[in-house]
């Protein structure tokens, strides 16, 4: 069936650096998902890319969808404590029609 | 408008015993959505349910199943408990079908099995 790989699963960043995950899907996805789960918190929905080579852009947030509608990524600039959380894309496309999530990567900030 | 809200926040039970949790969604959702959260595995699909009939239902044995009401609340019921069941389990909702954003999450129920 369908398959989400994001990675890395861990992330440790001194405040200011930049940061990257990566998400990768074994079918072609009509559209793909990324939701912010803060520490304790559930998960909420950041944005949402369709179209081939999409990118989308939130403050220091920037989002890509990838030429082949089977990977994405998320990149933020600068990061800052606020943004300690665990990242999740999801895709969607398989037979099944639902929403696949990736295992998320785990962010933390050091001040 | 509230959100999406499960019930209960916290269960303990042991081996064998069956529990049901339960999930309002946001008013006017069709879609309810149930998903397992455990560290290491990320979020697991368990099942959706559009207009009370299972549209899809992920990779769960049988002991998992679920059902929604006419007014789109939904309940869970995991039978014959297992250690393995302890987790996070999380609903969420949408206006159409879950694949189309955004999809509103419940805080969760946060299961522990002894």
């Known amino acids: 069936g369908q398959q989400v790989m994001q990675i890395p699963q861990y992330q440790h960043v001194q405040e200011g650096e930049d940061f990257t995950t990566y998400c990768n899907s074994s079918t072609t996805l009509s559209n793909i998902q990324w939701y912010k789960q803060r520490p304790g918190g559930h998960p909420v929905f950041l944005i949402q890319l369709v179209k081939s080579g999409e990118v989308k852009k939130q403050k220091r947030l920037t989002f890509q969808f990838g030429e082949a509608k089977k990977n994405s990524s998320l990149h933020i600039t600068a990061t800052q404590t606020t943004d300690v959380g665990t990242y999740f894309c999801a895709g969607n496309g398989g037979s099944q029609g639902n929403l696949i999530f990736g295992k998320g990567t785990k962010l933390s900030v050091k001040p | 408008k509230a959100g999406v809200t499960q019930t209960p926040r916290y269960l303990i039970k042991t081996r064998g015993q069956q529990v049901t949790l339960s999930c309002s969604p946001i008013?006017?959702?069709?879609?309810v959505s149930w998903y397992q959260q455990t560290p290491g595995q990320g979020l697991q699909f368990l099942f959706e349910?559009?207009?009370?009939?299972?549209?899809n239902k992920g990779n769960f044995p049988g002991r998992f199943s679920g059902r929604q009401f006419s007014n789109s609340r939904s309940e869970m019921n995991v039978s014959t408990l297992e250690l393995g069941d302890s987790a996070l389990y999380l609903c969420?909702?949408?206006?159409?079908?879950?694949?189309?954003?955004?999809?509103?999450f419940g805080n969760g129920t946060r299961l522990t099995v002894t």
């Open positions: 349910y559009f207009s009370e009939t299972q549209r």
């Open positions: 008013s006017g959702h069709r879609s």
């Open positions: 969420a909702s949408s206006l159409g079908v879950s694949g189309e954003p955004p999809l509103h």
